[in-house]
């Protein structure tokens, strides 16, 4: 029952900060948005679910401050976002490649392109995921549209895993494209296809336990909760028959602070025995590391 100390830790949500400023979001989605209304709608996204956001400041090697902050929580890997030729991402690629996983954000707008773009980054980058925000993009496309299933197919080929925003968005957009109901079509017609759900599944975290259940191929990520907040629900799944299906993920320096969140797991109920499989061992057996 008591946190792990020593465990060590893959984290599936994290981020090379872009600027001092802390928008690193909108830098990083700023590709995959396609007019300016949506650019600037998207530009402080959530700050209103957050307090104390982390700010980087002046900061000369911000892949090496990302590791440092790391190094003090046993993360051994981290999950971020990998934008071709953008400075964050090549720093890592290059330099930290130990240190670091990395998906693709991508739009299903783009059809074969990104289908293209998807498999050209497994071959010259190594690329470890692929990661689609439904109801962030312009337009916005459904978890099940079938914009989507090119980009589920190459997932499948190329043997990346793929996560995807499900349930209520924390940018002030409509989420009707991320309902968790919407999921089941896609780990039903495509099997093989390892899914993965960010952002809490909220109000339906307990239909994605349920779904979780039924279908190997699916899983969760506890990405953007304070573990305060994670949902009851998640936490008697993880306690019960979903050990392997559940997967830490933070949200630094996004929203949360490393501090932050790790202050608060050491008061989550979680059985001794589930404590590795969602810090570490789950992730690793998700990636084959």
């Not at 996983?101 to 392109?113: T, Y």
Request: net charge neutral; with cysteine.
């Amino acid at each position: 029952m008591p946190f792990p100390e020593k465990q060590k830790v893959i984290d599936l949500m994290m981020a090379i900060p872009v600027s001092g400023d802390n928008s690193e979001w909108y830098e990083a989605f700023k590709p995959l948005l396609m007019d300016e209304e949506s650019r600037q709608a998207f530009k402080m996204p959530a700050q209103y679910m957050f307090k104390d956001i982390p700010q980087v400041g002046p900061v000369e090697d911000k892949v090496a401050w990302t590791i440092g902050h790391m190094d003090k929580h046993n993360i051994e890997r981290a999950l971020i976002g990998f934008i071709e030729g953008e400075p964050g991402s090549m720093a890592a690629q290059g330099k930290y490649r130990d240190r670091f996983l990395f998906d693709m954000p991508v739009n299903p707008n783009d059809g074969m392109e990104a289908v293209r773009a998807i498999r050209r980054a497994k071959r010259d980058f190594g690329i470890h995921a692929v990661s689609v925000f439904p109801a962030g993009i312009n337009p916005q496309v459904p978890i099940n549209d079938k914009k989507m299933y090119p980009i589920y197919a190459a997932c499948v080929e190329e043997g990346l895993p793929i996560f995807v925003n499900a349930g209520v968005c924390g940018p002030r957009f409509p989420s009707l494209v991320q309902k968790v109901e919407l999921i089941e079509e896609v780990v039903w017609f495509f099997p093989e296809l390892k899914f993965v759900t960010r952002h809490g599944c909220e109000p339906d975290e307990a239909l994605a336990c349920k779904l979780m259940l039924k279908y190997p191929n699916l899983y969760y990520s506890t990405s953007a909760f304070a573990p305060k907040h994670y949902p009851k629900a998640v936490i008697n799944f993880m306690n019960s028959r979903g050990a392997d299906k559940v997967m830490y993920a933070g949200y630094f320096p996004m929203g949360l602070s490393l501090e932050r969140i790790f202050g608060d797991l050491r008061n989550l109920p979680l059985k001794d025995e589930v404590w590795p499989k969602f810090l570490y061992e789950n992730a690793k057996t998700l990636f084959g590391i």
